[in-house]
Nanobody, 120 residues
Framework: QVQLVQSGGGLVQPGGSLTLSCVAS???????????LEWYRQAPGKERDLVAN???????SYADSVKGRFTVSKDNAKKTLYLQMTSLKPEDTAVYFC???????????WGQGTQVTVSS
């Protein structure tokens, strides 16, 4: 059974940086490497939006709102997904979720979510 455990959230000032991690358990490295890995965020009263993703080949993609500020990466050996966030804005305040989707299937796993608050 695949489980995604997130960490790294917290309070940061505008312009600051924060790195989120998402560690997969219950699966081997080869299976982890086959997943499309994604970051979503959800602000109060709003829908959950895709922020960034990285393909099984390591190709990253970003929402326009975070392009140039966020970097998504993964370490297959550690079975870990990362989101490096810089130049943070109050608008980035949300609960951030990681998601793993196995290509060619409808198998999806979600992390538990972690709060990121950008405020003075």
């Amino acid at each position: 059974q695949v489980q995604l455990v997130q960490s790294g959230g917290g309070l940061v000032q505008p312009g600051g940086s924060l790195t989120l991690s998402c560690v997969a358990s219950g699966t081997g490295r080869s299976i982890f490497s086959a997943y499309v890995l994604e970051w979503y965020r959800q602000a109060p009263g709003k829908e959950r939006d895709l922020v960034a993703n990285i393909s099984s080949n390591g190709w990253p993609s970003y929402a326009d709102s975070v392009k140039g500020r966020f970097t998504v990466s993964k370490d297959n050996a550690k079975k870990t997904l990362y989101l490096q966030m810089t130049s943070l804005k109050p608008e980035d305040t949300a609960v951030y979720f990681c998601r793993a989707k196995l290509g060619g299937t409808n198998i999806v796993h979600w992390g538990q979510g972690t709060q990121v608050t950008v405020s003075s």
